[in-house]
């Protein structure tokens, strides 16, 4: 059967966390928002939930990982979001962008963010 890939997209996706290294980071916590792209592969044309990635369980799942367990880095919390997509044995590609809109960063700026992109692993 021949796989039909996909890309999906879920774009915006904000939580509160307490993330970083500042000890104030970590009482205070702040906004961190999430984008996340999919490559799916799908070998079913079936239109049916089931055959595809329920991307409103996947932003669940991504509030959920930004709201638990504290870290120093985005780095780390934009590669845990990565593995919260490959959750999905359909998902062969996650890249993840995470964004720190109130970074404690002592100048104007617009954004700052990390995107990690992450692999499913193939079995020799």
Not at 6 to 31: C, K
Not at 43 to 64: I, K, M, N, W
């Amino acid at each position: 059967m021949t796989a039909q890939h996909l890309t999906i997209t879920l774009s915006g996706v904000s939580a509160r966390g307490f993330h970083g290294v500042l000890a104030s980071e970590r009482r205070d916590g702040q906004t961190f928002v999430a984008d996340a792209v999919l490559r799916v592969a799908r070998t079913s044309t079936a239109d049916d939930l089931d055959t595809t990635v329920d991307y409103g369980a996947l932003a669940l799942g991504l509030v959920a990982a930004i709201e638990r367990d504290p870290v120093d880095l985005i780095e780390t919390l934009a590669g845990r979001l990565a593995d919260v997509c490959l959750a999905s044995p359909l998902v062969e590609e996650a890249t993840v962008t995470v964004h720190k809109p109130q970074a404690p960063i002592a100048v104007a700026f617009g954004d700052v963010a990390v995107t990690c992109t992450k692999r499913r692993q193939v079995e020799p």
